[in-house]
């Protein structure tokens, strides 16, 4: 079983992960990432997702042109865990 991250845990991440937000009422993580166009958010997906399946964990995420939105919890924690601070730390050396 993956545990919730803990109080001392949740409080470090406005600090660990500055362009992410709290998403309260889903208890996850959430960034907006806009690019020039469709073909660099996809190539972005694309680099993602080989991300995802090393840290095997999927992020729940959508993309519109040159936008993609990722939202990041843990359904067996019931909530945000290490798992998506992780892979948010891993998408956002991604884009350095």
Do not use: Y
């Amino acid at each position: 079983m993956i545990a919730k991250l803990d109080t001392e845990s949740r409080a470090e991440l406005p600090r660990a992960l500055p362009d992410w937000t709290l998403v309260a009422e889903r208890d996850a993580l959430r960034r907006v990432f806009v690019f020039r166009d469709f073909a660099e958010a996809w190539a972005f997906m694309s680099r993602v997702a080989l991300l995802a399946e090393k840290h095997d964990h999927h992020p729940e995420w959508s993309n519109v042109w040159n936008r993609v939105e990722i939202v990041l919890t843990t359904h067996e924690a019931g909530g945000l865990s290490s798992r998506d601070v992780a892979l948010a730390q891993a998408i956002d050396a991604v884009i350095g």
